[in-house]
């Protein structure tokens, strides 16, 4: 079906209008409520689910908002789970959700070491992590500690490159909860 530019323009207010709607929602709760529970209507995502490039209907909302699940399979098992892997240069809003029982963060490093060959040592005087001030790392942006049942919407200005999304509470980032992320 052959559509005219007036098309365009009506989806694209449509899909601002739902990502507003998204990040007021999400967002919200950092304006003196809890984030706790907080329940956002995000097309196409489900919890628990393992998103995909496939499957990444925030992807075709707005190629600059990646969902992201946090959470554990098992006692011995955890993952970070991306709606997409790559995005835009410019400004990513990552709407991260801890889906799991245990607290998690979400931390963005610029770097050219893959997602899953940073060496585990101690950091910040704690055993069982990365270190986020090594040679050739930077940590762009993080969320901070998150409690289970919680989401919220982590904005970065993101330049072309190689990045590696963990999770660096102790053992977690040893337990599997890292990814690689592109930007171009």
């Given at each position: ?98 889906e ?15 997602a ?22 930077s ?46």
């Amino acid at each position: 079906m052959k559509r005219g530019p007036a098309y365009g323009a009506w989806a694209r207010t449509g899909s601002l209008t739902a990502v507003a709607g998204l990040l007021l929602v999400a967002c919200g709760a950092a304006g003196g409520g809890s984030a706790r529970n907080t329940v956002a209507f995000i097309p196409g995502y489900t919890p628990g689910a393992s998103p995909g490039p496939s499957t990444s209907a925030m992807s075709a909302l707005s190629p600059g908002i990646v969902t992201v699940a946090l959470g554990e399979t098992d006692q011995s098992h955890m993952y970070i789970h991306l709606s997409g892997v790559a995005a835009p240069a410019g400004k990513v809003t990552f709407v991260v959700t801890n889906e799991g029982t245990k607290t998690h963060e979400f931390v963005v490093l610029a770097t050219k070491t893959p997602a899953d060959s940073f060496p585990i040592v101690s950091f910040e005087g704690e055993a069982n992590r990365i270190d986020e001030d090594a040679k050739g790392v930077s940590n762009v942006g993080e969320t901070g500690d998150m409690d289970p049942g919680t989401t919220t919407a982590l904005t970065i200005d993101l330049a072309s490159g190689h990045y590696a999304v963990v999770c660096n509470l102790p053992g977690h980032y040893a337990m599997g909860m890292h990814q690689d992320f592109w930007v171009a």
